[in-house]
Protein backbone atom coordinates (compact mmCIF):
# COMPACT_ATOMS: atom_id res chain seq x y z
CA UNK A 1 0.00 0.00 0.00
CA UNK A 2 1.32 2.92 -1.19
CA UNK A 3 1.82 6.33 1.29
CA UNK A 4 -0.50 8.04 -0.75
CA UNK A 5 -2.87 5.21 -0.53
CA UNK A 6 -2.50 5.02 3.15
CA UNK A 7 -2.88 8.89 3.64
CA UNK A 8 -6.23 9.01 1.66
CA UNK A 9 -7.42 6.23 4.30
CA UNK A 10 -6.61 7.95 7.05
CA UNK A 11 -8.34 11.07 6.42
CA UNK A 12 -11.73 11.85 6.62
CA UNK A 13 -14.11 13.15 4.06
CA UNK A 14 -16.49 15.21 5.98
CA UNK A 15 -15.78 15.96 9.29
CA UNK A 16 -19.42 18.23 10.97
CA UNK A 17 -19.00 19.48 14.41
CA UNK A 18 -21.67 21.80 16.02
CA UNK A 19 -21.99 23.05 19.59
CA UNK A 20 -26.03 22.73 20.48
CA UNK A 21 -27.21 24.62 23.31
CA UNK A 22 -30.44 23.22 24.82
CA UNK A 23 -31.52 25.07 28.58
CA UNK A 24 -28.65 27.46 28.85
CA UNK A 25 -26.22 24.41 28.54
CA UNK A 26 -23.77 23.65 25.36
CA UNK A 27 -23.85 20.21 24.01
CA UNK A 28 -20.73 19.45 21.81
CA UNK A 29 -21.95 17.06 18.82
CA UNK A 30 -20.05 15.86 15.71
CA UNK A 31 -21.02 13.74 12.33
CA UNK A 32 -17.68 12.34 10.73
CA UNK A 33 -17.36 10.08 7.87
CA UNK A 34 -14.44 8.35 7.42
CA UNK A 35 -15.31 7.15 3.33
CA UNK A 36 -18.04 7.57 0.95
CA UNK A 37 -16.26 5.28 -1.75
CA UNK A 38 -18.60 2.26 -1.52
CA UNK A 39 -21.55 4.20 -0.90
CA UNK A 40 -23.58 6.71 1.87
CA UNK A 41 -21.83 7.17 5.42
CA UNK A 42 -23.39 4.51 7.71
CA UNK A 43 -22.69 4.07 11.39
CA UNK A 44 -24.08 4.99 14.70
CA UNK A 45 -24.60 8.06 17.26
CA UNK A 46 -22.89 7.42 21.04
CA UNK A 47 -24.50 9.68 23.95
CA UNK A 48 -21.42 9.64 26.19
CA UNK A 49 -19.54 12.41 28.50
CA UNK A 50 -16.48 11.35 26.96
CA UNK A 51 -16.94 11.68 23.04
CA UNK A 52 -14.20 13.93 20.90
CA UNK A 53 -13.72 14.29 17.64
CA UNK A 54 -10.38 11.98 17.56
CA UNK A 55 -12.75 9.62 18.95
CA UNK A 56 -15.68 9.81 16.40
CA UNK A 57 -12.74 9.91 13.35
CA UNK A 58 -11.25 6.74 14.37
CA UNK A 59 -14.90 4.78 15.05
CA UNK A 60 -16.00 6.11 11.41
CA UNK A 61 -13.11 4.90 9.91
CA UNK A 62 -13.81 1.64 11.95
CA UNK A 63 -17.22 1.56 10.60
CA UNK A 64 -15.95 2.10 6.97
CA UNK A 65 -13.47 -0.93 7.53
CA UNK A 66 -16.36 -3.57 8.91
CA UNK A 67 -18.75 -2.09 5.77
CA UNK A 68 -15.96 -2.63 3.52
CA UNK A 69 -15.47 -6.31 4.99
CA UNK A 70 -19.36 -7.20 5.49
CA UNK A 71 -19.38 -6.28 1.49
CA UNK A 72 -22.57 -3.95 1.93
CA UNK A 73 -22.98 -0.83 -0.08
CA UNK A 74 -21.98 1.71 2.67
CA UNK A 75 -19.18 3.77 3.57
CA UNK A 76 -18.43 4.34 7.27
CA UNK A 77 -19.63 7.31 9.40
CA UNK A 78 -20.44 7.66 13.14
CA UNK A 79 -21.53 11.00 15.55
CA UNK A 80 -21.72 11.72 19.26
CA UNK A 81 -22.71 14.09 21.74
CA UNK A 82 -20.39 14.74 24.47
CA UNK A 83 -22.83 14.48 27.37
CA UNK A 84 -23.92 12.19 30.00
CA UNK A 85 -27.08 10.64 29.49
CA UNK A 86 -27.52 8.31 32.92
CA UNK A 87 -27.36 11.49 34.40
CA UNK A 88 -30.37 13.36 32.31
CA UNK A 89 -33.65 13.21 32.57
CA UNK A 90 -36.15 11.64 29.83
CA UNK A 91 -36.87 15.06 28.42
CA UNK A 92 -33.55 16.30 27.88
CA UNK A 93 -32.37 13.28 26.32
CA UNK A 94 -35.17 13.88 23.51
CA UNK A 95 -34.33 17.39 23.36
CA UNK A 96 -30.56 16.45 22.69
CA UNK A 97 -31.67 14.08 20.08
CA UNK A 98 -34.04 16.52 18.55
CA UNK A 99 -31.14 18.86 18.31
CA UNK A 100 -28.84 16.51 16.87
CA UNK A 101 -30.89 16.09 13.84
CA UNK A 102 -31.84 20.05 13.61
CA UNK A 103 -28.23 20.12 13.45
CA UNK A 104 -27.03 17.61 10.74
CA UNK A 105 -29.94 17.42 9.06
CA UNK A 106 -28.16 18.06 5.91
CA UNK A 107 -25.79 16.12 6.08
CA UNK A 108 -28.18 13.27 7.17
CA UNK A 109 -30.11 11.04 4.76
CA UNK A 110 -31.21 7.69 3.23
CA UNK A 111 -28.49 8.03 0.44
CA UNK A 112 -26.27 10.45 2.24
CA UNK A 113 -25.23 8.89 5.63
CA UNK A 114 -27.60 6.90 7.51
CA UNK A 115 -27.32 6.73 11.72
CA UNK A 116 -28.18 4.14 13.95
CA UNK A 117 -27.86 2.95 17.67
CA UNK A 118 -24.59 3.34 19.65
CA UNK A 119 -23.49 3.99 23.31
CA UNK A 120 -26.10 4.96 25.23
CA UNK A 121 -28.50 5.34 22.75
CA UNK A 122 -31.35 3.56 21.45
CA UNK A 123 -34.38 2.74 19.37
CA UNK A 124 -36.14 5.61 20.96
CA UNK A 125 -33.64 8.02 20.29
CA UNK A 126 -33.63 6.78 16.58
CA UNK A 127 -37.16 7.52 16.58
CA UNK A 128 -36.88 10.67 18.17
CA UNK A 129 -34.31 11.62 15.44
CA UNK A 130 -36.36 10.16 12.54
CA UNK A 131 -39.30 12.07 13.43
CA UNK A 132 -37.80 15.55 13.55
CA UNK A 133 -36.04 14.93 10.37
CA UNK A 134 -39.10 14.24 8.67
CA UNK A 135 -40.91 17.36 10.16
CA UNK A 136 -37.73 19.14 8.91
CA UNK A 137 -37.89 17.63 5.14
CA UNK A 138 -41.55 17.37 5.11
CA UNK A 139 -41.91 13.68 3.90
CA UNK A 140 -41.35 10.22 5.37
CA UNK A 141 -38.08 8.58 4.85
CA UNK A 142 -37.61 5.97 6.93
CA UNK A 143 -33.96 4.63 5.06
CA UNK A 144 -32.51 7.84 6.76
CA UNK A 145 -32.15 5.91 10.15
CA UNK A 146 -31.79 2.24 11.34
CA UNK A 147 -32.38 0.94 14.81
CA UNK A 148 -36.09 2.04 15.17
CA UNK A 149 -38.91 0.57 16.90
CA UNK A 150 -40.45 -1.98 14.56
CA UNK A 151 -43.87 -0.07 14.19
CA UNK A 152 -41.55 2.56 12.76
CA UNK A 153 -40.06 0.88 10.04
CA UNK A 154 -36.96 -1.28 12.38
CA UNK A 155 -36.45 -4.86 12.10
CA UNK A 156 -37.45 -7.86 14.28
CA UNK A 157 -33.68 -9.46 13.81
CA UNK A 158 -32.11 -6.56 15.18
CA UNK A 159 -32.63 -7.70 18.87
CA UNK A 160 -29.87 -10.14 18.46
CA UNK A 161 -28.22 -9.85 15.42
CA UNK A 162 -25.02 -9.07 16.82
CA UNK A 163 -24.89 -11.90 18.65
CA UNK A 164 -26.20 -14.52 15.87
CA UNK A 165 -23.20 -13.10 13.62
CA UNK A 166 -20.80 -13.75 16.29
CA UNK A 167 -22.03 -16.71 16.87
CA UNK A 168 -22.21 -18.32 13.49
CA UNK A 169 -18.39 -16.86 13.13
CA UNK A 170 -17.34 -18.54 16.35
CA UNK A 171 -18.72 -21.86 15.33
CA UNK A 172 -17.18 -21.93 11.95
CA UNK A 173 -13.89 -20.72 13.27
CA UNK A 174 -14.10 -23.70 16.03
CA UNK A 175 -14.01 -26.15 13.79
CA UNK A 176 -11.10 -24.63 11.18
CA UNK A 177 -8.86 -23.61 14.21
CA UNK A 178 -9.14 -25.67 17.52
CA UNK A 179 -8.48 -29.50 17.18
CA UNK A 180 -11.26 -30.04 19.68
CA UNK A 181 -14.74 -31.02 18.34
CA UNK A 182 -16.97 -31.34 21.36
CA UNK A 183 -17.09 -29.81 24.70
CA UNK A 184 -15.66 -26.83 23.94
CA UNK A 185 -15.24 -24.74 26.82
CA UNK A 186 -16.39 -20.86 26.62
CA UNK A 187 -15.99 -18.01 29.01
CA UNK A 188 -17.92 -14.75 27.91
CA UNK A 189 -17.37 -11.00 29.21
CA UNK A 190 -19.99 -8.86 29.46
CA UNK A 191 -23.45 -10.43 29.77
CA UNK A 192 -25.51 -7.94 28.28
CA UNK A 193 -27.42 -7.80 25.22
CA UNK A 194 -24.99 -9.41 22.90
CA UNK A 195 -22.77 -11.21 25.48
CA UNK A 196 -26.26 -13.35 27.29
CA UNK A 197 -27.47 -13.74 23.51
CA UNK A 198 -24.04 -15.53 22.08
CA UNK A 199 -23.46 -17.21 25.75
CA UNK A 200 -27.19 -18.77 24.94
CA UNK A 201 -26.83 -19.58 21.45
CA UNK A 202 -23.62 -21.38 22.16
CA UNK A 203 -24.96 -23.34 25.14
CA UNK A 204 -27.60 -24.24 23.00
CA UNK A 205 -25.39 -25.71 20.22
CA UNK A 206 -23.12 -27.92 23.00
CA UNK A 207 -20.60 -25.52 23.62
CA UNK A 208 -20.08 -25.82 27.51
CA UNK A 209 -20.42 -22.22 28.82
CA UNK A 210 -18.40 -21.65 32.24
CA UNK A 211 -18.11 -18.60 33.08
CA UNK A 212 -19.69 -14.92 32.57
CA UNK A 213 -19.74 -11.44 33.86
CA UNK A 214 -20.96 -8.15 33.96
CA UNK A 215 -19.60 -4.88 35.39
CA UNK A 216 -19.84 -5.58 38.77
CA UNK A 217 -18.76 -9.38 38.58
CA UNK A 218 -18.77 -12.92 37.04
CA UNK A 219 -19.62 -16.08 38.07
CA UNK A 220 -17.87 -19.56 37.32
CA UNK A 221 -18.65 -23.46 37.15
CA UNK A 222 -16.37 -25.85 34.84
CA UNK A 223 -19.23 -28.32 34.76
CA UNK A 224 -20.97 -25.57 32.87
CA UNK A 225 -23.73 -22.97 33.75
CA UNK A 226 -27.33 -22.98 33.81
CA UNK A 227 -27.48 -19.54 32.14
CA UNK A 228 -31.60 -19.32 32.65
CA UNK A 229 -30.65 -19.09 36.49
CA UNK A 230 -27.86 -16.65 35.19
CA UNK A 231 -30.22 -14.48 34.25
CA UNK A 232 -32.97 -14.63 36.41
CA UNK A 233 -30.62 -13.64 39.42
CA UNK A 234 -29.35 -10.66 37.20
CA UNK A 235 -32.93 -9.52 36.09
CA UNK A 236 -33.83 -9.86 40.24
CA UNK A 237 -30.17 -8.47 42.04
CA UNK A 238 -28.67 -6.46 38.84
CA UNK A 239 -25.71 -8.78 38.66
CA UNK A 240 -24.76 -12.43 37.65
CA UNK A 241 -22.20 -12.88 40.38
CA UNK A 242 -24.98 -13.94 42.81
CA UNK A 243 -25.51 -17.29 41.16
CA UNK A 244 -24.72 -20.33 42.14
CA UNK A 245 -20.71 -21.21 40.79
CA UNK A 246 -17.70 -19.64 41.98
CA UNK A 247 -17.51 -15.93 42.05
CA UNK A 248 -14.79 -14.29 40.21
CA UNK A 249 -13.39 -10.84 38.46
CA UNK A 250 -13.23 -9.71 35.07
CA UNK A 251 -10.02 -10.11 35.33
CA UNK A 252 -10.09 -13.39 36.95
CA UNK A 253 -12.58 -14.59 34.10
CA UNK A 254 -9.94 -13.55 31.35
CA UNK A 255 -7.19 -15.58 32.45
CA UNK A 256 -9.78 -18.96 32.75
CA UNK A 257 -8.41 -21.95 30.74
CA UNK A 258 -11.53 -22.08 28.22
CA UNK A 259 -11.05 -22.70 24.82
CA UNK A 260 -12.78 -19.68 23.45
CA UNK A 261 -13.09 -16.58 25.25
CA UNK A 262 -15.59 -13.58 23.93
CA UNK A 263 -15.32 -10.41 24.50
CA UNK A 264 -18.75 -8.47 24.57
CA UNK A 265 -17.83 -5.88 27.41
CA UNK A 266 -16.04 -3.34 26.84
CA UNK A 267 -12.76 -1.68 24.85
CA UNK A 268 -9.22 -2.30 25.97
CA UNK A 269 -10.05 -5.88 28.19
CA UNK A 270 -6.88 -7.58 27.59
CA UNK A 271 -3.79 -5.35 27.17
CA UNK A 272 -0.11 -5.53 27.60
CA UNK A 273 -0.52 -5.93 31.30
CA UNK A 274 -2.51 -8.80 31.18
CA UNK A 275 -1.88 -10.66 28.19
CA UNK A 276 0.73 -13.19 29.85
CA UNK A 277 -1.89 -14.18 31.70
CA UNK A 278 -4.18 -15.62 29.03
CA UNK A 279 -4.98 -19.23 28.83
CA UNK A 280 -7.86 -19.23 26.08
CA UNK A 281 -7.16 -21.18 22.62
CA UNK A 282 -9.46 -18.55 20.35
CA UNK A 283 -10.42 -15.10 21.53
CA UNK A 284 -13.57 -13.44 19.62
CA UNK A 285 -14.17 -9.92 19.92
CA UNK A 286 -17.87 -9.07 20.12
CA UNK A 287 -16.91 -5.77 21.61
CA UNK A 288 -15.45 -2.96 19.83
CA UNK A 289 -11.52 -2.77 20.95
CA UNK A 290 -11.52 -5.10 23.34
CA UNK A 291 -7.68 -6.83 22.66
CA UNK A 292 -5.27 -3.51 22.68
CA UNK A 293 -2.65 -3.18 19.93
CA UNK A 294 0.62 -4.27 21.82
CA UNK A 295 -1.84 -7.26 23.12
CA UNK A 296 -2.57 -8.48 20.01
CA UNK A 297 0.78 -8.51 19.17
CA UNK A 298 1.76 -10.61 21.98
CA UNK A 299 -1.35 -13.16 21.08
CA UNK A 300 -0.14 -13.73 17.69
CA UNK A 301 3.48 -14.19 18.87
CA UNK A 302 1.77 -16.96 21.10
CA UNK A 303 -0.12 -18.29 17.96
CA UNK A 304 -3.47 -17.51 19.65
CA UNK A 305 -5.89 -16.23 16.82
CA UNK A 306 -7.91 -13.02 17.25
CA UNK A 307 -11.40 -13.04 15.57
CA UNK A 308 -11.32 -9.34 15.10
CA UNK A 309 -14.65 -6.95 16.20
CA UNK A 310 -14.68 -5.61 12.49
CA UNK A 311 -15.88 -9.05 11.52
CA UNK A 312 -17.06 -10.77 14.86
CA UNK A 313 -19.72 -8.47 15.68
CA UNK A 314 -20.34 -7.02 12.18
CA UNK A 315 -24.26 -8.89 11.94
CA UNK A 316 -25.54 -5.77 13.75
CA UNK A 317 -24.85 -3.65 10.70
CA UNK A 318 -25.39 -6.39 8.07
CA UNK A 319 -29.04 -6.77 9.51
CA UNK A 320 -29.18 -2.37 9.65
CA UNK A 321 -28.52 -2.73 5.86
CA UNK A 322 -31.80 -5.48 5.44
CA UNK A 323 -33.74 -2.52 7.55
CA UNK A 324 -32.48 0.27 5.22
CA UNK A 325 -33.11 -1.93 1.92
CA UNK A 326 -36.72 -2.61 3.48
CA UNK A 327 -37.41 1.00 4.39
CA UNK A 328 -36.30 2.28 0.69
CA UNK A 329 -37.98 -0.32 -1.50
CA UNK A 330 -41.27 -1.20 0.93
CA UNK A 331 -40.68 -4.36 0.48
CA UNK A 332 -41.45 -6.61 3.90
CA UNK A 333 -38.82 -9.95 3.62
CA UNK A 334 -39.54 -13.15 5.55
CA UNK A 335 -37.31 -12.90 8.58
CA UNK A 336 -36.73 -17.25 7.75
CA UNK A 337 -35.16 -15.37 4.57
CA UNK A 338 -33.21 -12.62 6.40
CA UNK A 339 -31.41 -15.20 8.79
CA UNK A 340 -30.45 -17.29 6.07
CA UNK A 341 -29.11 -14.38 4.24
CA UNK A 342 -27.73 -12.63 7.26
CA UNK A 343 -25.63 -16.25 7.76
CA UNK A 344 -24.26 -16.41 4.21
CA UNK A 345 -22.67 -13.04 4.20
CA UNK A 346 -21.60 -13.79 7.91
CA UNK A 347 -20.02 -17.01 6.36
CA UNK A 348 -18.81 -15.44 3.01
CA UNK A 349 -16.79 -12.92 5.24
CA UNK A 350 -15.08 -15.37 7.16
CA UNK A 351 -13.99 -17.60 4.61
CA UNK A 352 -12.55 -14.31 3.09
CA UNK A 353 -10.17 -13.76 6.08
CA UNK A 354 -9.76 -17.38 6.77
CA UNK A 355 -8.42 -18.05 3.30
CA UNK A 356 -6.65 -14.72 2.79
CA UNK A 357 -4.76 -15.75 6.87
CA UNK A 358 -3.98 -19.25 5.22
CA UNK A 359 -2.74 -17.89 1.85
CA UNK A 360 0.10 -16.15 3.64
CA UNK A 361 1.38 -19.20 5.52
CA UNK A 362 -0.29 -17.99 8.59
CA UNK A 363 2.45 -15.07 8.93
CA UNK A 364 -0.58 -12.49 9.34
CA UNK A 365 -3.02 -12.29 11.80
CA UNK A 366 -6.93 -12.83 11.13
CA UNK A 367 -7.35 -8.70 12.40
CA UNK A 368 -4.45 -7.83 9.89
CA UNK A 369 -5.88 -10.18 6.82
CA UNK A 370 -9.42 -8.60 7.96
CA UNK A 371 -8.17 -5.53 7.52
CA UNK A 372 -6.39 -5.81 4.17
CA UNK A 373 -9.68 -7.24 2.38
CA UNK A 374 -11.05 -3.92 4.05
CA UNK A 375 -9.01 -1.61 2.50
CA UNK A 376 -8.21 -2.62 -0.95
CA UNK A 377 -12.04 -2.78 -1.42
CA UNK A 378 -12.19 0.74 -0.37
CA UNK A 379 -9.17 1.58 -2.74
CA UNK A 380 -10.87 -0.12 -5.23
CA UNK A 381 -13.98 2.06 -5.39
CA UNK A 382 -11.88 5.46 -4.72
CA UNK A 383 -9.81 4.67 -7.70
CA UNK A 384 -12.45 3.61 -9.69
CA UNK A 385 -13.79 7.24 -9.07
CA UNK A 386 -10.68 8.46 -9.67
CA UNK A 387 -10.50 10.18 -6.45
CA UNK A 388 -7.10 8.91 -5.51
Not at 61 to 66: G, H, N, V
Not at 98 to 122: C, K, W
Not at 255 to 280: H, M, R, S
Request: glycine share 8%.
Amino acid sequence: MSDKEIEYLATPQKVNFKEMEIGGQKYPAWRIVASSDLGPGKGGIRFHPQVDEDEVKSLAFWMALKNSLADIPYGGAKGGVAFDPKNTDAQTIEAVSRAYVQSFHEHLGQDIDIPAPDVYTNSQIMAYMLDEFEKIKGEHQPGMITGKPVELGGIVLRQDATARGGYLVIKQAAQELLDKKDKITVAVQGFGNAGGYIAKMLAQDNFLVVAVSDSRGGVYNEAGLDLEAVEKVKQETGSVFKDNGRALSNEELLQLPVDILVLAALENQVTEANVDKVQAKLIVELANGPVNYEADKALFSRNIPVVPDILANSGGVIVSYFEWAQNRTGQILDNDYLVALLSKKMLSSWQAVYQKYLGAEKKISLRQAAYIIAAQRILAGAKWRGRI
